[in-house]
C-alpha cells in the first residue's frame, strides 16, 4: 500500500527519497512522487519513471547553468490509489492553498467529504480528488490563519488531525522551514531511522536500512517534530513522550535479491534457513520441549485456556488454519479461526479464559489489528505470532513470538507462510506438553521439526522437474485444488498464491467437499491438483482423484516420494519426502509456491508486484 519517506539532514534529500521510495516498491503503488525545497515532482506508474523526470529535469538546469540544487530535506510518498484514480494529480505529495504546507498521507480521512466542504465554504478550491490533500488544507489553514501569533507548524498539524476521523500516518513540512518535519501517526505505521546529524523517517523499516539500523517507532496518537539535530515526540495531547531506540537485526541484502530473477522465488529458495532461524534456540530436543519465552510470562494464563481464537486474514489465515488442527491435536484446547475483517465486527461471546492470537507477516494489517484491538476491549488475552519485530501489533498484543523469518519483499507470501506454520507447530507443543503431551510424542515432534529445513531443501533441489509441470499447466483458465485435514488448507492457500500471481482463476476446497458441488465442473480442461500425502486420509484423496479421472479430469498430484499407487494414475506428480502427518503442510505447499511461481512467470506477469494487490494492508 502507500509509502512514505522523509528525509532532513545534511545531505542531498532527492537521492536518498528515490531509494527510500524504490525500497518501499514491493509494497504496491500506482504513482509516485516528493518535494523538496525547491523541487516537486509527481508521476504516474513506478519510482524508475519519477527518477527519469527528475534526470531529465537535473539535465535541463545544468544546461541553463542554475546552481546545483542542495535540498538537505523533503517529503516523498508512493500511492496505492484509495481516494480517485491513479493520476499525477491526485499522487502525493500535496499542498494547501498557498503551496507552502506540503504533505504526504498513508491511510484513509473518513470524514474528508465534510471537511472539504467547510473548506470550500472558506475559499479553497482543490486539485485532486484525494481525501489527503483536504487534510494539507487544513493544516495550512490553521497555520496561516494564526501566523501572527507564531502558530508553530506541529501546532497547525495537532489542531488539524483533532478534526480528523480515519487514519493517517503523515509526514508535513513548510517549504519555507524545510529542515523541520512533523510527522504524526494513528492506525499507520511510521518509524524514525536515527542517523548522525540525520534523520530518515518511512512508513517501513526497508526504507531506512541502508541509512541505520537505530530506529524509533511512532506510536499511534504520537507526533513527532524532527529536525536535523533534534527529535522530539508527542502525544497528540501535546505530553512529552521519551522514546527508546530500537535496533533491527536484519540487513541491507536482505532486502535485496541476490541474484535471483525475483524476490518470490527467493524467498521460497530461503526456506530451510527461515525455518532454521524460527526453531533456532526454541527447542529442547532432549525433552521433547519447546521455550518461548516470548509467551513466558503469560504461562499460567495458557496452561488454563479454555478456548484459542486465531484472527489473521489471507496467507496467515490459512496458516492459522493448521494451527487451528496441530493445536487442537496436539494441547487438546478447542481453536477457532477467523478472518480478522469478520471477527471485528460481531459480538465477542467468550469467557475469560479465551485469548486471541493473530497471525502476521507484517504486524500492520488493518483488520488483524483492530481485531486485536476488540479483543483487548473485552479483557482477552492477545496474543501474536509476528514476523515484523517492531511492528504496531507485535507491540501491542499482550505476548507472542517472533517469526524472524527476515523481511519478506514479494507480495505473495511464501517464507512466511512455512515460518507461521512452524512457529504454530511449536505453540502446540509448548501448550501441549503443559497439558498431556507426553515426552515420547514431544520428542518425535520436535525432531521432526529440526529435520525440517533439509526436507524442504531436499524438495527446492527438484524445482526444475516442477517447472516443467507447471509450464505445460500454464494456459490453464481454471484450477482446483484439493487437500483434506492437514492438507485442506494447504489446498486453499496453494489455491490463493496461483490466483494471487497468474490471474488464473483457481479454488481451493477441502477433497471431502467435492461431491457437494464443484466436482460439477470437472472437464478434459479443467485440471485439479490434489494434495494426496501417504497420510491417515490418504484413501479418501485417492478415491476423490478416481472420481475426477472418472470425468477425464486431469490430475497433478502432490505425493509422498516413491508413491508409485497415485503416479500411475495420475497425469503429473510433486514429490515431497515422508513426514510426521501433522507436519506434512511444512512439505506439501512448498511445490505449490514453486507451481505457481512458474506458472505466473510463464504466462509473462510480474510475480513480485501483482495487479491491484499491496504487500501490507494497512486499511480496511
Ligand atoms: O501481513 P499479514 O500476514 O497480516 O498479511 C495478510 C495477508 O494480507 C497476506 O497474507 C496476503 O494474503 C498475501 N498477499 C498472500 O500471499
Redesign the pocket.
Known sequence: MCGIVAYTGSRSAVPILLDGLTALEYRGYDSAGLVTSTRMYKEVGNVAALRACLDADTSLRKKGKEKKEQDTAGIAHTRWATHGEPTKVNAHPHAGRDERVWLVHNGIIENYLELKQSLEAAGHSFRSDTDSEVLAHLIESHYTKKRAEKHTLAQAVTEALAQVRGTYGIAVFDRKQPSEIVVARMGSPLLIGVGAGEYVIASDASAVIRHTRDIVYLNDGEYAIVSPSNLAIYSLSHEKKTHTIDHIDWALEDVQKQGYEHFMLKEIMEGPEVLRASARGRIKASSGDVVLGGLAEHADALRGLSRLVIV?????YYAGCVGKRLIEELAGIPVEVEVASEFRHRRLLYDRNTAVLA???????AD?LWSIREAKKQGLLTLGVVNTVGSTIARETDAGVYNHAGPEIG???TK?FLSQIEVLAMIAVYLGRMRGLSEREGKALVAELLQMPDLVAEILTHKDAIKEVATHYADATNMLYIGRHMNAPVALEGA??LK?ISYLHAEGYPAGEMKHGPIAMIEPSFPTLAIAPRDSVYDKMVSAIEEIRARKGPVIAVVTRGDTELAGRVDAIMEVPETHELLSPLLTVVPLQLFAYYVGVARGYNVDRPRN?A???TVE
Do not use: Y
Open positions: 489473521a486474514c489471507g496467507t496467515a497471525v502476521t507477516q507484517s504486524g500492520e494489517t488483524t507480495v505473495a507470501s512466511a490463493l498464491k494471487e494487490l504487500k501490507s494492508v
